[in-house]
């Protein structure tokens, strides 16, 4: 649901005046601090808890309580580490909705104002060991279930297995993922490496199937946690609906990862990723990708936090007349906040797929500020330059908006 | 579908959804005496505090604000020595806190300090009452 104008000045403050506008109308909403998002209200507790330096990044408390299946972190009377479950009332008290308009402008391209999704997103806990997380937009005119997870839990809250099941976020370390701080994915992340007919895979997109884990969590100085998540997952290797190719069949991927929580916000971790498609065609061959990343974070001191990733990977078809593909992309970020609600951040991101594909190498900045007035709307401005293959770099900029109830 | 009716009809949806959500929505019950002091002052004026103490109070409206309303530590009615110990150590040991032993110490003082001074009367009073 676009609507594209050409890009004049008058056009761009006309756009800028109805986000101001809708701005204006969220803050008159008569919400308070602590009534915004599902968990929020459930724990009558500041967003800042567990996320850093602003939503929907996730600090390790956050990460934590999502790993347990959206119950609490505590600590008893005795000082020893619980879990801390509150049963909503009803589920929709669980469920936040979520409204994200976008003005976006690339160099090029006319400037546009779009009403980019509507979602419903929602979790948490039926019973002792059973909880569930569902995701559900409306996107295009068009309704699509984006996510669904269950999970069960077991054993005491310093060392939990879990099972967790369904469309799912493959990625423990997600601060790239759904948790990113501005629109532009983390290219190691979200670029694809094609390999003959298979489109490629990549490492964000949600996955059908299974993931198993151990996490060990214990108590610290200062309330502080440590944690270790180990987690092997099976999945379909692609998504859903497969590619335009019918790919998704016969797919079998196995993941494994390791995630190093310390202190409120530091990280450190690993996957990898091994995939096969067969091709049903009338080739019948198949073709593989691996993956193995590292990545991690560091608050270097309060309020201003370094994040680093690299991952390499490795793509061949069982087809002798396709050559492997080698590739390699890492990034490099700051976040810095400014003052309370209002932060920066700056990256720089290099995809590098080996020679033979060139063209698909990218590289180039990322730099914006987020901002959240009210703990019901969060607004981000972010510049994209993207030097794909020889070409010229691309330039893209992005206002957005996202109203949270 | 035509981009122009789509958002005409995609921008009130929104908003019916929103102040549906509003009505619907139902927020776990606060203690009504925690939740008025969560509505009083969210900021001590330090202007005439020692030069350790406004330093401390930075630290204190950083670090106490990150669970929960800074007005609610502001508003409370702990002001013994004690109280504040039992409940700087109580929040010390909750996971994420991030308040570490030296920053308990210093939050600790601050608020034994703010305490005797703003809440002087109130001090005084509990004080007779244990004595």
Known sequence: MTIQTQCSARSILTRLWSIALLAVVSFLMPATAQATPAFARQFNAKCSMCHAPLPPRLNNLGLTFKRMGYRMPDVDKDGKLVLQDKPSRSLSDNFALIGDIRLESSRGTPTSLSMHEIELVGAGTAGAHLSYAAEVAWEAGEFAMEGYEGQLLFGQPKATFTARFGLINTLLWDKFGHQRLGVARAHLLNRRVPVGSFVGYRPRDMQEGIEFGVNLTQLADGGAMRSTFLSVGVYNGLTPAGNEFGESDDSKDVMAQVLHLWGENHTLGALWYRGKVTDIGTAGFDDTYNRWGLFGNYELHPGTDVLAGFMAGRDDATDDTIARISSRSWFLELNQTIVPRLAAFARYDRFEPRKSVASARRQGPTLGVAYQPIDNLLMTAEYTGQKVGAGTRSRDLVVRAIVIY | ?131
């Open chain 2, 1 to 131: 579908m035509n981009s122009t009716l789509s958002l005409l009809m995609g921008a009130p949806m929104l908003v019916v959804i929103l102040a549906a959500g509003l009505g619907a929505r139902t927020q776990e019950t606060l203690d009504p005496r925690i939740a008025a002091y969560d509505k009083g002052p969210a900021t001590i004026d330090v202007a005439k505090y020692p030069a350790d103490m406004k330093a401390r109070y930075k630290l204190f409206a950083t670090r106490c604000s990150k669970c929960h309303t800074i007005a609610r530590a502001i508003n409370c009615e702990f002001v013994l020595e004690d109280e504040w110990e039992r409940y700087v150590k109580r929040m010390m040991r909750k996971p994420g806190s991030g308040i570490s032993a030296s920053d308990g110490k210093e939050i600790y003082e601050f608020l034994a300090f703010d305490s005797k001074t703003r809440k002087k009367a109130l001090y005084e009073k509990k004080l007779k009452q244990i004595k």
